[in-house]
């Protein structure tokens, strides 16, 4: 089955970065071939898309986060990373990766203001 663990998660005052990173192990297949993504889900809330990164390395970014977070993977290291600069409280939330429909178990950022 497959593994995703996240980290980097934290607490960090508004208008601070985080890096979040999600390695990924007993894959079926290369991770290369893989359409890789990061959610998060607030309290009360449903999951929501936050960015995603396909095989290809193609981008897509939900509207709230676009030109503050960036998606990238290194396949050479099975890891997807998620760089969050000029962090919301309303960024707040449980970050989860996805990996073929498989999810980790989730990272908690919360940002203070």
């Known amino acids: 089955q497959v593994q995703l663990v996240e980290s980097g998660g934290g607490l960090v005052q508004a208008g601070g970065s985080l890096r979040l990173s999600c390695s990924a192990s007993r894959l079926i297949f290369p991770f290369s071939r893989y359409n890789l993504g990061w959610f998060r889900q607030a309290p009360g809330s449903q999951r929501d898309l936050v960015a995603t990164?396909?095989?290809?390395?193609?981008?897509d970014y939900g509207d709230s986060v676009k030109g503050r977070f960036t998606i990238s993977r290194d396949n050479a290291k099975n890891t997807v990373s998620l760089q969050m600069n000029n962090l919301k409280p309303e960024d707040t939330a449980v970050y989860y990766c996805?990996?073929?429909?498989?999810w980790g178990q989730g990272t908690q950022v919360t940002v203070s203001s």
């Open positions: 990164i396909g095989s290809g390395g193609r981008t």
């Open positions: 996805n990996l073929g429909g498989q």
